[in-house]
């Protein structure tokens, strides 16, 4: 299992697709049929991950975006949880 840190850099799998509706992401694992809902955050990242860019960059970004810079060190955690569970699922790969 991959551990996800600030520095990691994650691409979607190649065996995941997702569908956004209403906001929100669906993602559909395509080797296992399994799916899967991400809220408006996750979905936020999910449509970031670019296989170039560290976490803690998208944690940056998100806290400016939503302007709470102050917030940086929780929301890059937050995020960091959020891709160890995709990770956990195969949906998303370290480079």
């Known amino acids: 299992m991959t551990k996800i840190m600030s520095g990691s850099v994650l691409m979607r799998a190649t065996h995941a697709t997702h569908q956004v509706v209403a906001g929100e992401a669906i993602l559909i694992h395509l080797n296992s049929g399994q799916y899967y809902s991400l809220n408006q955050t996750g979905t936020w990242l999910w449509e970031h991950l670019d296989g170039q860019t560290a976490l803690e960059q998208w944690g940056t970004a998100l806290a400016a975006a939503c302007n ?14 959020l ?5 956990n699922e195969g949906l998303v790969v370290a480079r």
């Open 68 to 81: 709470i810079p102050e917030q940086v060190a929780e929301v890059t955690q937050d995020l960091i949880e």
């Open 83 to 87: 891709a160890q569970g995709l990770a």
